[in-house]
């Protein structure tokens, strides 16, 4: 599965963002989604996940009724809706792909528990 993210930016303080995880060579429905981000001089965080039937989700508790994590069987794309943006919310994003069918659990929480990595979009706050 290849994976191309998209929708970042620099917004201001307070605005929102959508970023887009576009999938190719297989079917994202069959397969857990996470994002996770990655600030200057950080580790690489968790921030949400999606399990393959669309119906468990897990976000990062910091981030919890700020961001949405979704996709688009239709489309074959991943989302994820990032409101009230914060300076500290400045990193690039990542959309990832969990190629272990039916298995859903704290794991994904975890960037090792993914198998394929879109490249990234950058996403700037400034206050």
């Known amino acids: 599965v290849q994976l191309q993210a998209s929708g970042g930016g620099t917004v201001q303080a307070g605005e929102s963002l959508r970023l887009s995880c576009q999938a190719s060579?297989?079917?994202?429905?069959?397969?857990?989604m996470g994002w996770f981000r990655q600030a200057p001089g950080k580790e690489r965080e968790f921030v949400a996940a999606l399990d393959w039937s669309g119906a468990s989700t897990y976000y990062v508790d910091s981030l919890k009724g700020r961001f949405t994590i979704s996709r688009d069987s239709a489309k074959n794309t991943g989302y994820l809706q990032m409101n009230s943006l914060k300076p500290e919310d400045t990193a690039i994003y990542y959309c990832a792909i969990d190629l272990t069918p039916y298995r859903f659990s704290s794991s994904n929480k975890r960037p090792n528990e993914y198998d394929s990595w879109g490249q990234g979009t950058q996403v700037t706050v400034s206050s």
């Open positions: 060579g297989s079917s994202i429905s069959n397969y857990n």
